[in-house]
């Protein structure tokens, strides 16, 4: 964090250089100090960093109170810019020169200027030029965690901004993730067809499934046939679950009747004229 502060005004200066309207202008590091010509012979920018101010990012929920934005994060800071132009420009050349800038921040970034301001004109004797000290405040706010790849457009970045939540990449989701957090299981229905047995697709892979019959007990027993039959069934993943049922790639397979028993029990999950309903998990 601290080396991302510390180059900012070099990522300012080369994104101010870049702006076609401020092609004439020469923007130089406020800190490293750097050479300027005496007497001036170009309008030159000092770009340096007052304040600036991480913090995490609050929401209005609709009812007054306000909620913190997982992952949020807002950038208040305050650029400093030091302005110098030859005498023979005139002193309202550094005002017309600070307007460019905050024109350029307001309308060509993703930036929000929440304030600026400037001191009067003043004649430099040592550097033999006329000098405008201005500031401009701006503010950013980031969810990485809604765009991930969304990247700010001005001098800032999402590592600046939300660096911890970058760095680590066991808090990011993946799309089939949201999914599931959002809705975490499917429920439907299907009448049995008496096959022995009988596949039902999914539009996902289960990694759970319980299959029960609509008005019957789990089991039902016949004391004179000293026999059993089982209404319904638990798939989940490495194979583990009742009789008479199982998962697939894209959904679950049905293992009905006799040849399917196991202890005088037979598992009944497609029996004719029975109508079943499942839940299953992604």
Same mark, same amino acid.
């Given at each position: 964090?601290?080396?991302?502060?510390?180059?900012?005004? $070099?990522?300012?200066?080369?994104?101010?250089?870049?702006?076609?309207?401020?092609?004439?202008?020469?923007?130089?590091?406020?800190?490293? !100090?750097?050479?300027?010509?005496?007497?001036? #012979?170009?309008?030159?920018? =000092?770009?340096?960093?007052?304040?600036? #101010? @991480?913090?995490?990012?609050?929401?209005?929920? $609709?009812?007054?109170?306000?909620?913190?934005?997982?992952?949020?994060?807002? !950038?208040?800071?305050?650029?400093? /810019?030091?302005?110098?132009? +030859?005498? =023979?420009? $005139?002193?309202?050349?550094?005002?017309?020169?600070? &307007?460019?800038?905050?024109?350029?921040? %307001?309308?060509?970034?993703?930036? =929000?200027?929440?304030?600026? $301001? &400037?001191?009067?004109?003043?004649?430099?004797?040592? #550097?033999?030029?006329?000098?405008?000290?201005?500031? !401009?405040?701006?503010? !950013?706010?980031? &969810?990485?965690?809604?765009?991930?790849?969304?990247?700010?457009?001005?001098?800032?970045?999402?590592? @600046?901004?939300?660096?911890?939540?970058? %760095?680590? %990449?066991?808090?990011?989701?993946?799309? =089939?993730?949201?999914?599931?957090?959002?809705? +975490?299981?499917?429920?439907?229905?299907?009448?049995?067809?008496?096959?022995?047995?009988?596949? /039902?697709?999914?539009?996902?892979?289960?990694? @759970?499934?319980?299959?029960?019959?609509?008005?019957?007990?789990?089991?039902?027993?016949?004391?004179?046939?000293?026999?059993?039959?089982?209404?319904?069934?638990?798939?989940?993943?490495?194979?583990?679950?009742?009789?008479?049922?199982?998962? %697939?790639?894209?959904?679950?397979?049905? /293992?009905?009747?006799?040849?399917?028993? @196991?202890?005088?029990?037979?598992?009944?999950?497609?029996?004719?004229?029975?109508?079943? &309903?499942?839940?299953?998990?992604?």
């Amino acid at each position: 964090m601290n080396s991302d502060i510390s180059v900012m005004p $070099g990522q300012i200066v080369s994104w101010l250089s870049a702006q076609p309207q401020l092609q004439n202008l020469v923007f130089l590091t406020e800190y490293p !100090a750097q050479k300027k010509a005496v007497p001036l #012979r170009e309008a030159i920018v =000092a770009v340096g960093i007052e304040t600036i #101010r @991480l913090r995490d990012s609050f929401a209005d929920n $609709g009812s007054g109170v306000l909620e913190k934005q997982e992952y949020c994060r807002r !950038a208040d800071i305050r650029v400093k /810019l030091g302005i110098h132009v +030859p005498y =023979a420009s $005139g002193g309202a050349r550094c005002h017309d020169i600070f &307007c460019d800038i905050l024109d350029c921040l %307001t309308f060509a970034t993703d930036l =929000a200027i929440t304030e600026s $301001g &400037c001191t009067r004109v003043k004649a430099d004797r040592d #550097r033999d030029a006329f000098v405008l000290d201005a500031y !401009a405040d701006v503010a !950013a706010e980031f &969810c990485p965690a809604q765009s991930s790849g969304l990247q700010i457009q001005s001098f800032l970045n999402k590592e @600046l901004l939300c660096g911890s939540h970058i %760095t680590d %990449t066991t808090q990011h989701f993946s799309g =089939a993730e949201k999914e599931r957090f959002s809705q +975490p299981f499917a429920v439907g229905t299907y009448f049995g067809t008496d096959a022995a047995t009988r596949t /039902l697709s999914l539009d996902f892979s289960p990694r @759970l499934v319980l299959v029960f019959a609509r008005q019957y007990p789990p089991v039902l027993v016949n004391f004179a046939g000293q026999s059993s039959a089982s209404y319904w069934g638990l798939a989940a993943t490495d194979s583990n679950g009742t009789q008479g049922i199982e998962l %697939t790639a894209g959904g679950f397979r049905l /293992l009905s009747g006799s040849a399917y028993a @196991l202890g005088g029990c037979q598992p009944k999950l497609n029996e004719s004229g029975v109508s079943y &309903c499942y839940i299953a998990y992604k």
